[in-house]
């Protein structure tokens, strides 16, 4: 049974199935009867384990291959024409080269297997900011997480009518190979083929590898953004709501300020913070001449270990029902899951995400430091109502910010929208444990969008610039930094809800209400303008935080800037010709501003 005439579509199934050779072809409509199904097949065959139906109704639990366990972006390639179009931060195959490597493994892959056709949409059916795309597969478990992640069935065969204009995505798990594991896209033809995985970062198609990376490169040719940013609204006692987007390399908090929620004193004067997304904004020009956002997922495909009730709610909540759990601890006892960070009582006699005994007291981790939880984001107790407006949210603010121990203050506003693009081009995050190598070492990931950026990164940044020449009504753009370290060691700033602080002087700086001082890197707040009130935390036991302290992580220290600025030097020489002319003056105005 298909689920459309579309030509264009019809033919490239046709195609990718005699290469694959599946026993049987089943499209997936949307409906929860074939769901439910699915979900029964995946646990008669062993591929997910049904979990306790009264405490986590609807959830089920799924181990990847142990080799399978993690995004790799080794083995992620944009397939461009030509080395340049490319990057230097890509990895780049020619994609005669690319198609007939990957055909060779596609070839007969699916022989014995059923091939899934999603159809799927990037944003609410009917959005302008939507985009359909289709992905084939032979994982149930890809099937399932898809149905979370985005909106799927018969609803986006209907809205891509006769149109050619939708994403070509193909997936095999073919051995889990991971010498033959290629995530390979394809921005000119609007293609993503991925093989040998199936983890969830590498197999979701319309995840990172559509809505960022094919995305990014239509945004460029259509005028709009495809970002790695959440999206949240702020809810003031008048009833008024103002939005902001914000980029943030991994594990620098972006979950929790996605869903935060704001410090009691805020809460009982009636402020709220609502969560619109919490991973990736598609962002178009609006009415205003400002820029409207939206995010074109359903579901958190969330990192579950450090998740629990008090560092992130919400989050937590959202996993209650309807969830996906991968690689986290099953506790066969009570039909439920655990991991670390989630409480201090692990579960005794169980095995650990790989299927092995498992003793906590020995120290060994129970779940994968990436397990993941994947849920619908309709589950969110502090979920936007305004989420799946077709229209988008008008964004006031873009923030950008990375984990810095010192060098970045809390909080800083660029000069115009120029100065802006500088501000995200020269983002940064120090290596903490959790990431390979040495820890401490400056990495640099311009708007967070380094792993995922489908095109020459000096065009992107080229077209951030050429975007602030259509927008008469700018969104302000500021970056923060919520792990400044003193000379002890010690974080300098509480971070959680206490950053509400923060985006309320930002929101005040966007409609003028406050003022700032001008200094070598931007505009500053004063201690003063961010409120300090009900604050009980305190540094190494009895320094409070207050004004002068405050005023401690809004020094900008000029030494540290100024060996920043050999840093960014090196990235950019990177690009050669393709740096846009107006970052190097930036970067130069930058140098002399630290001089002087």
């Known amino acids: 049974m298909s689920l459309t005439t579309n030509k264009a579509v019809l033919s490239w199934i046709d195609e990718m199935a005699k290469m694959t050779n599946p026993d049987r072809i089943v499209w997936i409509d949307g409906s929860e009867e074939q769901a439910e199904a699915l979900r029964a097949e995946a646990v008669a065959t062993g591929e997910m384990i049904k979990l306790n139906q009264e405490k986590l109704p609807g959830c089920y639990y799924h181990r990847t291959a142990v080799n399978d366990v993690a995004r790799v972006e080794g083995r992620t390639f944009i397939c461009a024409p030509t080395k340049e ?101 394809f921005p000119q033809d609007n293609t993503i083929w991925s093989c040998n995985s199936g983890y969830g970062g590498n197999v979701l198609l319309g995840k990172k590898c559509f809505a960022l990376r094919i995305a990014s490169y239509q945004g460029w040719k259509e005028s709009w953004m495809a970002e790695h940013m959440l999206i949240l609204g702020v809810e003031f006692p008048s009833g008024e709501t103002k939005y902001v987007a914000a980029a943030f390399p991994s594990a620098c908090g972006k979950t929790n300020l996605a869903m935060l929620i704001p410090p009691k004193d805020y809460l009982d004067k009636g402020y709220k913070v609502w969560t619109v997304g919490d991973d990736i904004a598609w962002l178009r020009i609006n009415d205003e001449g400002g820029l409207s956002a939206v995010n074109p997922e359903a579901g958190f495909f969330g990192v579950a270990p450090g998740t629990n009730m008090k560092s992130n709610p919400n989050a937590l909540i959202s996993t209650q029902k309807g969830t996906i759990f991968t690689n986290v601890v099953y506790n066969s006892a009570e039909g439920t899951v655990w991991w670390e960070g989630l409480d201090k009582n692990p579960p005794k006699g169980e095995n650990n995400w790989k299927g092995e005994p498992w003793d906590p007291t020995t120290g060994e981790k129970g779940a994968h430091p990436n397990s993941r939880f994947t849920a619908p984001a309709a589950n969110c107790p502090c979920i936007s109502p305004r989420w799946e407006d077709p229209a988008g949210v008008p964004i006031s603010a873009i923030i950008f910010g990375g984990r810095r121990a010192k060098t970045a203050p809390l909080v800083y506003q660029s000069r115009d929208w120029q100065h802006g693009v500088f501000v995200g081009s020269i983002m940064a995050s120090e290596t903490t444990a959790a990431a390979s190598g040495a820890v401490g070492v400056v990495r640099r990931d311009p708007m967070a969008m380094l792993p995922f950026c489908g095109y020459n990164m000096g065009d992107y940044w080229q077209h951030w610039l050429d975007m602030g020449k259509k927008l008469t009504n700018a969104p302000k753009i500021f970056n923060v930094n919520w792990f400044r370290l003193n000379e002890n060691g010690k974080f300098m700033w509480p971070g959680f809800g206490d950053n509400f602080r923060v985006l309320e002087w930002i929101l005040k700086r966007c409609e003028g209400s406050v003022g700032a001082r001008e200094t070598a890197i931007g505009y500053i707040p004063y201690a003063k303008d961010i409120n300090l009130e009900g604050m009980d935390y305190t540094i190494e036991g009895d320094i409070k935080m207050n004004e002068e302290n405050l005023d401690k992580i809004l020094a900008v220290e000029t030494d540290y800037w100024l060996e920043d600025v050999a840093s960014i030097k090196e990235l950019y020489a990177k690009f050669g010709s393709k740096l846009p002319r107006e970052l190097a003056t930036e970067l130069e105005t930058l140098e002399t501003n630290l001089k002087k």
């Open 85 to 185: 179009e490319a990057g230097p931060t890509n990895n780049w195959m020619d994609p005669k080269e690319a198609y007939a490597m990957a055909s060779e493994i596609f070839k007969n892959s699916m022989v014995g297997r059923t091939m899934y056709v999603i159809p799927f949409s990037m944003g609410a059916i009917g959005s302008p900011f939507a985009k359909v795309g289709i992905e084939l597969t032979d994982s149930i478990y890809v099937v399932l997480n898809m149905c979370i992640m985005t909106r799927v069935g018969k609803a986006v065969m209907d809205m891509l009518g006769d149109s050619e204009d939708f994403v070509h995505g193909l997936h095999a798990r073919c051995d889990i190979d991971e010498e033959k594991r290629y995530i390979l896209q």
